[in-house]
């Protein structure tokens, strides 16, 4: 680990001025930022301690809404009245993620900002990866890539998001509230993360200095909803393929329906398309398959994970099933 400096604010605007500084990072719960940093994969040249922000609150919002503080524990997030009544989808993704003991510790904001398991991104050893170091090309696209992206990938990176919870987040339209040197602004879910493209090494449309500081939830009628997370193993993994699936139903007919996927991209995946096709239908089998075949439309698998193609056809229409009451 290199060495660093470390300061502690208690309000907002300490933050922001202390974080401004070149090699600065916000240090939260750090449960991915020091184990990159003790990996050599991170290197700040100073940390800015923002776990005395009073930014823990979840709130109503006068529209109907909620609003979750970055500081939230990801345990109390999904645990929470209101979180679990309205917004059963984020409770269910949430108590997937991780285990307890992380889930007690990590907080709404920091899961956003968390990194990709990628191996090669991990493991320094391993020159070629462009979203450590860019420009040294990408090791996953001729290695071993089983866990790797199969929708929105590019040449330079083919790393998949690993957080349960923004998968989630973006099938419920969220907003992300952030505060900066430049003010405050408010950025869409389906926009906070970016794809790869040419500049791998950059996860979030955050700018350099900007603190993440709650994410609102606009009122929500998707309460038939499913979270759906497939692994390796049943406890502390990451997805290979997960569905965030809600519906508004009208009687039989779906009046609304939210799909996004996670394991498969390099940010979380709203399938519009899918959701396109359930909306005015009554849900059948037939349909499910259809709406799922479009998610993956255009999905371009590697050597180890061709295998995610079918298997997010099968997540989506099994997790709808479930949200509609079909299962």
């Given at each position: 680990?290199?060495?660093?400096?470390?300061?502690?604010?208690?309000?907002?605007e300490?933050?922001l001025?202390e974080?401004?500084?070149?090699?600065s990072r916000?240090?939260?719960?750090g449960?991915n930022?020091?184990?990159?940093m003790k990996?050599?994969?991170?290197?700040?040249?100073?940390?800015?301690?923002?776990?005395?922000?009073p930014?823990?609150?979840i709130?109503e919002l006068?529209?109907g809404g909620l609003?979750?503080?970055a500081?939230a524990?990801?345990?109390?997030?999904a645990?929470?009245?209101?979180?679990?009544?309205?917004?059963p989808?984020?409770?269910?993704?949430?108590?997937?993620?991780?285990?307890?003991?992380l889930?007690?510790?990590?907080t709404?904001?920091?899961?956003?900002?968390?990194?990709?398991?990628c191996?090669?991104?991990?493991?320094?050893a391993?020159?070629?990866?462009?979203k450590?170091?860019?420009g040294?090309?990408?090791a996953?696209?001729?290695?071993y890539?089983r866990?790797?992206a199969?929708?929105?990938?590019?040449p330079s990176?083919?790393a998949v998001?690993?957080?349960?919870?923004?998968?989630?987040?973006?099938?419920?339209?969220?907003?992300v509230?952030?505060?900066?040197?430049?003010?405050?602004?408010a950025i869409?879910m389906?926009?906070?993360h970016r794809?790869?493209?040419d500049t791998?090494?950059r996860?979030?449309?955050?700018?350099?200095g900007?603190?993440?500081?709650?994410?609102?939830?606009?009122?929500?009628?998707f309460?038939?909803?499913?979270?759906?997370?497939l692994?390796?193993?049943?406890?502390?993994?990451f997805a290979?393929?997960?569905v965030?699936?809600?519906?508004?139903?009208?009687g039989?007919?779906?009046?609304?329906?939210?799909?996004?996927?996670?394991?498969v991209?390099h940010?979380?995946w709203?399938a519009t398309?899918a959701?396109?096709l359930?909306?005015?239908s009554?849900l059948?089998?037939?349909?499910?398959?259809?709406?799922?075949?479009?998610a993956?439309?255009?999905?371009?698998?590697y050597?180890?994970n061709?295998?995610k193609v079918?298997?997010?056809?099968?997540a989506?229409?099994?997790a709808l099933?479930?949200a509609?009451?079909m299962?």
């Open positions: 680990m290199n060495s660093f400096s470390y300061v502690r604010v208690s309000d907002v300490s933050a001025r974080g401004g500084a070149a090699g916000f240090l939260g719960a449960t930022l020091l184990d990159l990996g050599g994969v991170e290197q700040p040249r100073r940390l800015i301690d923002v776990t005395r922000l930014l823990a609150a709130e006068p529209d609003r979750i503080g500081m524990a990801n345990s109390d997030a645990n929470h009245q209101l979180v679990r009544a309205r917004y989808l984020l409770s269910q993704a949430l108590l997937a993620g991780a285990s307890p003991q889930r007690n510790m990590a709404v904001g920091g899961n956003l900002l968390q990194r990709t398991r191996y090669y991104f991990y493991d320094t391993f020159g070629a990866c462009n450590r170091n860019p040294s090309g990408c996953a696209l001729e290695g890539n866990i790797h199969i929708l929105g990938a590019s990176c083919i998001h690993p957080s349960d919870m923004a998968v989630a987040l973006a099938a419920l339209d969220a907003t509230r952030v505060h900066g040197p430049q003010g405050e602004r869409p389906r926009e906070f794809l790869p493209g791998p090494q996860d979030t449309n955050l700018e350099h900007e603190l993440i500081t709650a994410v609102d939830l606009p009122a929500s009628q309460t038939k909803a499913h979270y759906l997370k692994r390796d193993r049943a406890s502390y993994a290979l393929v997960s965030a699936a809600a519906l508004d139903m009208q039989n007919r779906v009046r609304g329906a939210r799909i996004a996927l996670g394991g991209a940010k979380p709203r398309q959701e396109a359930l909306i005015g009554s059948s089998t037939d349909l499910l398959r259809k709406a799922a075949a479009a993956v439309e255009g999905a371009k698998p050597r180890d061709a295998f079918e298997l997010a056809q099968r989506i229409v099994r099933q479930t509609g009451g299962a």
